[in-house]
């Protein structure tokens, strides 16, 4: 979408910051601290030299985290919207990527946050493939 959920005001989680290998795929995304509300990602291929770098913070709709992410290189700023668990180990970060058979069109990230705090809980809202991050450091 072209609007995050809100604003970066939700403070830097720890336990998200590290280094974090997807089981499925041949990339590992490195997470730090860009500042105090915003992650830095970078994605980078195990057997190439391909970087790419990603700006995420996070969104609490009734207790739920939302994780917004932009690229860095992108000259229009498209935000990706996951829904984001993380095992009580921390050992495990699960994103669900939000639907992106979403046809209504929002003026306003007010309106983009009710229409997720309305639908949220329910299985279509997400895309079907879930993506886990297991921690690599």
Not at 60 to 65: H, P, S
């Amino acid at each position: 979408t072209e609007l995050s959920i809100d604003e970066p005001s939700v403070k830097i989680d720890d336990k998200i910051l590290g280094k974090w290998e997807a089981k499925s795929s041949d990339y590992t995304y490195n997470v730090t601290k860009k500042d105090e509300f915003n992650y830095k990602f970078e994605k980078k291929g195990k057997t190439s030299t391909d970087v790419n770098n990603y700006t995420g913070f996070l969104s609490v709709i009734d207790g739920v985290k939302f994780l917004n992410v932009y690229e860095d290189a992108s000259t229009s700023k498209t935000y990706y919207l996951y829904k984001i668990e993380q095992s009580t180990s921390g050992a495990k970060i699960t994103l669900l990527p939000v639907t992106e058979n979403i046809d209504e069109k929002f003026a306003t990230s007010v309106e983009l946050k009710a229409y997720i705090k309305k639908y949220m809980a329910l299985s279509f809202f997400y895309e079907k493939d879930q993506e886990e991050y297991f921690r690599a450091d």
